[in-house]
């Protein structure tokens, strides 16, 4: 299984993201997080800001939307050129619909669920999406500890990606860090998104080979 690690910027300098896109140029994708101060209480930017990052990014941009009016916004996201975008099953009144127009605009497109959001839609409907996010956090902040009780969705979902044996990439966000991460990778995940424990760190670029090493061989 390949391993993809995803820094959030999140954690980033807000008045520098290009200085910091650079310290961590050797990551497979940047996650950039959407909130809009109504589906989650706290606000970061929104189009023009991640089409400017569109431009300058060093690596593929991966969009993580926690916005209302996913219906209506989404393919503006996947508009900017972002490899993927990622909306929430929560905030979207036909979860399919949704991701068969992000995926015409030329996305990939993941299906988010918060902790306490069952996966069942998401399970039934698996091939219309080329990611699956599991949230190991309440989304809206970054530096939470990992919730271990949506875990087992984790478990779950790589169960039903197997068994279709489509090339669906189970991603994990919130609270990751070098001392769980093959735990986590244990359950099945394979695409990790880390904010603090990646921006956290004097050496970006060598923390984001360490997630990768440690995740890479989990049962270790
Ligand atoms: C939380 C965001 C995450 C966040 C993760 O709502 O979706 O991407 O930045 O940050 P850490 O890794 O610090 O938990
Ligand atoms: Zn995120």
Redesign the pocket.
């Known amino acids: 299984m390949t391993v993809r690690i995803h820094p959030?910027i999140?954690?980033a300098d807000f008045v520098n993201f290009q200085r910091d896109f650079e310290t961590i140029a050797n990551s497979d994708s940047i996650?950039i997080?959407v909130m809009d101060g109504h589906f989650?209480p706290n606000l970061t930017f929104g189009l023009p800001m991640v089409a400017r990052m569109q431009e300058i990014a060093p690596c593929p941009l991966d969009v993580?939307l926690?916005i209302d009016n996913v219906d209506r916004l989404a393919e503006g996201y996947a508009d900017t050129g972002a490899a993927s975008v990622t909306f929430h099953a929560e905030a979207s009144s036909d979860i399919v619909a949704l991701a068969r127009r992000v995926r015409a605009c030329g996305a990939k497109v993941g299906v988010a669920v918060k902790p306490a959001t069952a996966l069942d839609e998401v399970l039934a409907n698996l091939s219309e999406f080329d990611m699956v996010l599991v949230?190991t956090?309440e989304?809206?902040?970054?530096?939470?500890s990992l919730i271990e009780s949506s875990l087992h969705k984790v478990e779950l979902a790589r169960v039903e990606i197997d068994r279709i044996g489509a090339d669906i990439l189970l991603q994990v966000?919130?609270?990751?860090d070098e001392h769980n991460i093959a735990r986590v990778a244990n359950f099945g995940a394979d695409t990790f998104?880390?904010?603090?424990?990646v921006f956290k760190s004097v050496d970006r670029a060598g923390q984001i080979e360490l997630l990768r090493e440690l995740a890479s061989h989990p049962s270790i």
């Open positions: 959030s999140l954690s996650h997080d989650v993580h926690m949230m956090v989304p809206g902040f970054g530096g939470q966000d919130g609270g990751i998104v880390a904010g603090t424990s």
